[in-house]
């Protein structure tokens, strides 16, 4: 061991061997949220739930204003697109406060810290996976049908999950430095969901969607729907940009954390 | 010659000590706009060397703020230093401070795999050790309670018994034996003396000259950040005592302001 701050490889490998640490931390993360709340594991449904439901409802009232039909696609979409925004908004909250709110671990004892905000993502993973499943029902039922563009899916998620664990490691850190940056993330999660094409597509603002789609989370929003709900390849130039957004983000990210790290105890 | 298992060449340990340390973006914000940063730089290790070997149990002393408790954190890998070259070989466990790696809502048989997790062992390993752990302990039926119902004894038990069960290389003790009675104090003691038999090293820090003389051979004594003295018990803790009856020195080594 030296003062020298680990290399990414190295710093890898660590979190690869204390993945039961992992495992556990994000355990105890789910179980934490809900071990003493009435509604136990229905909390983990209510929120993503409750998103829809927003979405829907302004879609219907838009709809029914401008005097046009209430298309079960449409709705489709929203649906699709809430959940990984509430994975989103959920795993960011519980990140940023993840080191801070774990003041023991930090000041006491050594392990890789990139566990706690990874754990947080994971935990807010675990929960939107059981909301998903009822998502998936109903496009099973909704016969949005199945097509080749469907394998797109899987990529499009994990660019997500990687995208948000880089804003994770990145924003825990941030908030262990400075504590209001809690309360911008609040707020920038508050009005994010109104520029991001979650209850809209990036299309309907004409020349401004190039703007929506900028914001890698958009662009990989809208893929999804792309693929899924309207059975079409996706923009191969916008998912590039928010792929190399998300990877090397993350790359970016982690080096950053494992800089700060060494100061993490004594300025927490 | 035995391994070397921490050596220390030459640690320094800075703290920037800020007076209103800016903690959120709207202070970092105004503070752009002031010439200079309100910190002074506090050196709470000013180059600091020693080599610890295979076997050795050794005691470091000192007074309130002198630097011990930054020693132990540097060989936990808590703090990284400041400068100087740090070298640890093998498995470090740490029993630093009550508590600590302990989930308060976890059971004591969740926190005994949380803890072992902690120090990058596997949840199959800490199950199998689990038996022997809960023998050492002796906390009964509370093991299946949340540990936020221990007594800090019960704390230090659980602590104690995870951390030598799982055979570390170096184990690390920080003051914290003496919240068990004596009983289990005695229990420690021969457990201590096994871990050296077995070639392994401890490093302890108290202020309980009688548990230090008892158990360490070797002793550092740290003042002020400076190691003042590295050798056998008796000598230094004579030289410590001497030192503690000085007259006209402050007891806690604040840095001057400048």
Same mark, same amino acid.
């Given at each position: 061991?030296?003062?020298?701050?680990?290399t990414?490889a190295?710093?890898?490998?660590?979190?690869v061997h204390y993945?039961?640490?992992?495992y556990?931390?994000?355990?105890?993360?789910?179980?934490?949220?809900?071990?003493?709340?009435?509604?136990?594991f229905?909390?983990?449904?209510?929120?993503?739930?409750?998103?829809v439901?927003?979405?829907?409802?302004v879609?219907?009232?838009?709809?029914m204003?401008?005097?046009?039909?209430?298309?079960f696609?449409?709705?489709?979409?929203i649906?699709?697109k809430?959940?990984?925004w509430a994975?989103?908004?959920?795993?960011?909250?519980?990140?940023?406060?993840s080191?801070?709110?774990?003041?023991?671990?930090?000041?006491?004892?050594?392990?890789?810290?990139e566990?706690?905000?990874l754990?947080a993502?994971?935990?807010?993973?675990f929960?939107?996976?059981?909301a998903?499943?009822?998502?998936?029902i109903?496009l099973?039922f909704?016969k949005?049908?199945?097509?080749i563009?469907?394998?797109?899916?899987p990529?499009?998620?994990?660019?997500i999950?990687l995208?948000t664990?880089?804003?994770a490691?990145f924003?825990?850190c941030?908030?262990?430095?400075?504590?209001d940056?809690?309360y911008l993330?609040?707020?920038l999660?508050?009005?994010g969901?109104?520029?991001?094409?979650?209850?809209?597509?990036?299309?309907?603002m004409?020349?401004w969607?190039p703007l929506l789609?900028?914001?890698?989370?958009?662009?990989?929003?809208?893929?999804l729907n792309?693929t899924?709900?309207?059975?079409?390849?996706?923009?191969?130039?916008w998912?590039?940009?928010a792929a190399?957004c998300?990877?090397?983000?993350l790359?970016?990210?982690?080096?950053?954390f494992?800089r700060?790290?060494?100061?993490?105890?004594?300025?927490? | 010659?035995? !391994?070397?298992?921490?050596c220390?060449?030459?640690?320094?340990q800075?703290?920037?000590?800020?007076?209103?340390?800016?903690?959120?973006?709207?202070?970092a914000?105004?503070?752009?706009?002031?010439s200079?940063?309100?910190?002074?730089?506090? =050196?709470?290790?000013?180059g600091?060397?020693?080599?610890?070997h295979d076997?050795?149990?050794?005691?470091?002393?000192?007074?309130?703020g002198?630097g011990?408790s930054?020693?132990?954190?540097i060989?936990?890998?808590?703090?990284?230093p400041?400068?100087g070259?740090v070298q640890?070989?093998?498995?470090?466990?740490?029993l630093? =401070?009550?508590g600590?790696?302990?989930?308060? #809502?976890?059971t004591?048989?969740?926190?005994?795999v949380?803890n072992g997790?902690l120090?990058?062992?596997s949840r199959?390993?800490?199950?199998?050790? =689990?038996?022997?752990?809960?023998?050492?302990?002796?906390?009964g039926?509370?093991?299946d309670?949340?540990?936020?119902q221990?007594s800090?004894?019960m704390?230090m038990r659980?602590?104690?018994a995870?951390?030598?069960e799982?055979?570390? #290389?170096?184990?690390?003790?920080?003051?914290i034996?003496?919240?068990g009675?004596?009983?289990?104090?005695?229990?420690?003691? !021969?457990?201590?003396?096994?871990?050296?038999?077995r070639?392994?090293?401890?490093?302890f820090?108290?202020h #309980?000259?009688?548990a230090?003389?008892q158990?360490?051979?070797?002793?550092?004594l740290?003042?002020?950040?400076?190691?003042?003295?590295d050798g056998? !018990?008796d000598q230094?803790? !004579?030289r410590y005592?001497?030192?503690?009856?000085k007259?006209?020195?402050?007891?806690?080594?604040?840095?001057?302001?400048?």
């Amino acid at each position: 061991m030296s003062d020298a701050t680990p290399t990414l490889a190295e710093s890898l490998k660590e979190v690869v061997h204390y993945r039961d640490l992992l495992y556990m931390l994000t355990w105890r993360d789910i179980k934490a949220r809900y071990k003493q709340s009435m509604m136990g594991f229905f909390w983990a449904l209510l929120m993503p739930l409750l998103i829809v439901g927003a979405g829907v409802l302004v879609r219907i009232v838009f709809l029914m204003s401008s005097g046009n039909h209430i298309n079960f696609l449409d709705l489709a979409s929203i649906a699709l697109k809430s959940l990984p925004w509430a994975f989103f908004v959920s795993a960011i909250k519980f990140a940023t406060n993840s080191l801070v709110g774990n003041v023991n671990l930090v000041t006491k004892i050594y392990f890789p810290r990139e566990v706690l905000p990874l754990a947080a993502v994971l935990a807010s993973l675990f929960d939107t996976a059981i909301a998903s499943s009822l998502i998936i029902i109903l496009l099973v039922f909704g016969k949005v049908g199945v097509t080749i563009h469907l394998l797109w899916a899987p990529v499009i998620l994990g660019l997500i999950i990687l995208f948000t664990a880089a804003l994770a490691l990145f924003l825990s850190c941030a908030n262990l430095f400075f504590r209001d940056v809690k309360y911008l993330v609040d707020i920038l999660l508050t009005f994010g969901i109104f520029f991001t094409p979650v209850f809209y597509e990036a299309r309907t603002m004409g020349k401004w969607a190039p703007l929506l789609l900028l914001n890698p989370l958009g662009s990989l929003l809208e893929a999804l729907n792309t693929t899924i709900i309207r059975h079409q390849g996706p923009s191969l130039p916008w998912l590039a940009y928010a792929a190399s957004c998300a990877i090397l983000g993350l790359f970016a990210a982690w080096r950053i954390f494992d800089r700060a790290e060494a100061s993490f105890a004594e300025s927490i | 010659m035995r !391994a070397t298992r921490i050596c220390f060449q030459n640690v320094v340990q800075c703290f920037r000590v800020i007076r209103e340390r800016p903690d959120t973006l709207r202070e970092a914000f105004a503070h752009l706009f002031r010439s200079r940063m309100d910190y002074y730089n506090f =050196e709470a290790l000013q180059g600091v060397s020693f080599a610890i070997h295979d076997g050795e149990v050794v005691g470091i002393i000192g007074r309130n703020g002198s630097g011990k408790s930054t020693i132990l954190k540097i060989i936990a890998g808590v703090y990284r230093p400041t400068s100087g070259i740090v070298q640890i070989s093998g498995k470090v466990a740490a029993l630093i =401070e009550l508590g600590a790696g302990f989930h308060p #809502d976890l059971t004591g048989r969740e926190n005994i795999v949380l803890n072992g997790l902690l120090l990058g062992l596997s949840r199959r390993k800490m199950q199998a050790l =689990e038996k022997q752990i809960l023998h050492f302990a002796e906390v009964g039926e509370f093991i299946d309670s949340p540990i936020k119902q221990y007594s800090s004894g019960m704390f230090m038990r659980l602590g104690f018994a995870i951390a030598t069960e799982v055979d570390p #290389d170096i184990l690390l003790i920080d003051e914290i034996l003496a919240v068990g009675d004596a009983a289990f104090q005695q229990k420690c003691s !021969a457990r201590i003396d096994d871990f050296r038999q077995r070639g392994k090293t401890i490093v302890f820090v108290s202020h #309980d000259m009688g548990a230090i003389r008892q158990l360490c051979r070797r002793v550092l004594l740290v003042h002020n950040g400076v190691l003042l003295g590295d050798g056998p !018990a008796d000598q230094i803790v !004579a030289r410590y005592e001497e030192l503690l009856h000085k007259p006209g020195d402050t007891v806690i080594s604040a840095p001057a302001i400048p």
